[in-house]
């Protein structure tokens, strides 16, 4: 029998760190490395204890090396040991460093200046303190709220206006924090998405058109933005770009920089142009799934997009360990998705379970293709159950039916089905009302009961209209 690091630990009674220190001194004897994996041998360990091993690390070597330079070279140890401590107390503290400055009352008074993004702020702020502790707490505490009043203030002079708006989105942003606390909801993929906008499409567009500050900024320059960006981009994508400035605008309200907001007046570009997305009919699809698949997973992509209407990169990222049962339901928990209502809990019918399970083993990523090989393989997939119904790749083309369209079949389904706008608006991660939010996201006794009742109902649609022959 092999055993593993852990193995060997649990064996031995020590922990993983001795365990690597015994490996990197080639004290242990291992038997094999597979893919990266040393394993050992249980009577090669039991052989290597009995023969008194040497127990000294590297650090032990290394700490014999010291102490023997200190003791055959006692002057060079001591300047070597000088000279490094000049370089030690010159490096200033990650996000702060205190200073004294004298005061008449109380002799002296510490400051404290800032390093934000590896910047060091140029200005200071004191703590109203001469003792050392407090003036740390001080200084931990109300960072966020100087940095951003002083970024507020630095902004409203012109030459700063792109500084203000290009951090915003910045991972540690103290103005995007402050705005959380007032209740502004955004997930970190939302954050990175508009500081994209932000500084690749915002900001270059106003400086070619000259604006300096908030003043050379109106509604028609914003339209402008709008009619330029429509060149190359979707009428979606521009209203989330739109949307990604707009936010920071309203900051700029409420902080008293802008009197108000020229992204009031701005209607959003209309989609009109677009091809309706195409749908299969529920008679032909009836059954597909109980037939003969040339790839197993094509048939789980078309059976997780048209029983649990998830999106494609929500699928991608699906896991075994993201399953669990509420109230006798099975349910995938959907995680790290586009908005906070895109994160909720889908049913999974049991037969899609299944299927799941028997193409995943006991891999926990279901999927484990990169990006663009797994858009490419839910391509196929969609071909693939068009063929099973009679449909080549060019009528689905011509009819506008892609892998996507499984969640338009989803929500016209229960619709026909009279569950009502609950199921529809719950389960597709779309924003929900308060109401619902309030019934369905509380898994108390109550909640997590009328969550599994909507999955039974969800599940008895799914046993009729699709897995029935």
Same mark, same amino acid.
């Given at each position: ?17 001795a365990i690597k220190a015994l490996i990197a001194t080639r004290n242990v004897p ?297 109230c006798g339901a099975a349910f995938l928990n959907v995680r790290g998705s586009k ?48 063929? =099973? ?8 083309? =011509? ?12 929500k016209t389904l229960m619709a026909s089905e009279e569950l009502g706008r609950n ?47």
């Open positions: 029998m092999m055993m593993t690091q852990a193995d060997l630990g649990q064996m031995l009674g020590i922990g993983q760190p291992h038997t094999a490395i597979i893919n990266g994996i040393m394993y050992f041998c249980p009577d090669a360990i039991m052989e290597w204890a009995k023969s008194e091993p040497n127990l000294d690390t590297a650090s032990c070597r290394v700490e014999a090396y010291r102490e023997r330079l200190a003791a055959e070279c006692p002057d060079a140890a001591a300047e070597i040991l000088a000279f490094g401590k000049r370089f030690d107390d010159k490096k200033p503290p990650r996000r702060y460093y205190l200073i004294k400055i004298p005061n008449k009352k109380m002799g002296f008074a510490w400051y404290v200046k800032y390093l934000d993004n590896g910047r060091l702020v140029p200005s200071k702020w004191t703590t109203g303190t001469s003792d050392r502790v407090a003036a740390e707490a001080f200084a931990a505490e109300n960072r966020d709220a100087i940095l951003n009043g002083y970024y507020t203030r630095k902004a409203k002079r012109p030459t700063d206006m792109y500084r203000l708006i290009s951090g915003y989105y910045d991972r540690d942003s103290p103005l995007l924090k402050a705005d959380k606390k007032r209740g502004r909801k955004i997930t970190d993929l939302k954050r990175r998405q508009y500081l994209n906008a932000t500084n690749k499409k915002f900001i270059p567009f106003c400086k070619k058109n000259g604006a300096r500050g908030i003043e050379d900024i109106d509604t028609a320059m914003l339209a402008r933005w709008q009619n330029d960006m429509l060149k190359t981009l979707a009428p979606k994508t521009v209203n989330n770009n739109v949307s990604a400035v707009r936010a920071i605008f309203y900051h700029l309200v409420t902080t008293g920089y802008a009197k108000s907001n020229p992204f009031s007046g701005l209607p959003p570009i209309k989609n009109g142009k677009g091809r309706l997305t195409g749908c299969h009919m529920l008679d032909e699809i009836r059954g597909v799934f109980g037939r003969d698949w040339k790839d197993d997973a094509h048939r789980l992509l078309c059976l997780l997009i048209y029983t649990t209407n998830m999106r494609n990169c929500e699928i991608r990222r699906v896991r075994q360990g993201d399953v669990e049962e509420i908005n906070e209502s895109a994160e909720r809990r889908v049913p999974l019918h049991p037969f899609v379970r299944q299927k799941m399970g028997e193409y995943a083993g006991l891999r926990d990523l279901v999927f484990s293709q990169g990006k663009k090989k797994f858009m490419k393989m839910c391509s196929l997939a969609n071909i693939e159950m068009g063929e =099973l119904m009679g449909h080549t790749p060019e009528t689905l083309k =011509l009819e506008n039916i892609r892998f996507y369209s499984g969640r338009k079949f989803w199921t529809e608006e719950y389960f597709m991660g779309h924003r929900m009302t308060s109401d619902m939010e309030k019934h369905y996201k509380d898994l108390t006794k109550v909640g997590a009961e009328k969550l599994a009742q909507k999955a039974r109902e969800v599940f008895a649609v799914l046993d009729r209209c699709l897995f029935a022959v």
